[in-house]
């Protein structure tokens, strides 16, 4: 299995600036994408921002311009630095990744799909 681990919520005022961190661990042979989501209260979880193994990214419309995801393939770690942050930001941000792991061998591999504990980003207005 894979795992993710999230670092890098925290409380930050009108206009601040936040990164947060995802590592993936585990057996893992490929990763076809990670990406950052958040629910807010009483909201459905919806897609922040997301970069593929290709390297393409894609932004909700709302962050377009103010957060930027990127990669690190080699740590397998996903990052998501948010600037200009509004008090609508403030939610639960989960990391998500998915693509496939070993399972017993190099060459035997399985498909997964894995979230993230999440981490807390309060915007105070």
């Known amino acids: 299995q894979v795992q993710l681990v999230e670092s890098g919520g925290g409380l930050v005022q009108d206009g601040g600036s936040l990164g947060l961190s995802c590592a993936a661990s585990g057996s893992i042979a490929s990763i076809n994408a990670m990406g950052w989501y958040r629910q807010a209260p009483g909201k459905q979880r919806e897609l922040v921002a997301v970069?593929?193994?290709?390297?393409?990214?894609n932004y909700t419309d709302s962050v377009k311009g103010r957060f930027t995801i990127s990669r690190d393939s080699a740590k397998n770690t996903v990052y998501l630095q948010m600037n200009s942050l509004k008090p609508e930001d403030t939610a639960v941000y989960y990391c998500?990744?998915?693509?496939?792991?070993?399972?017993?061998?190099?060459?035997?591999?399985?498909?997964?799909?894995?979230w993230g504990q999440g981490t807390q980003v309060t915007v105070s207005s």
């Open positions: 998500h990744a998915r693509g496939t792991y070993y399972k017993g061998s190099y060459l035997n591999f399985a498909a997964f799909g894995s």
């Open positions: 970069v593929t193994g290709g390297g393409t990214t």
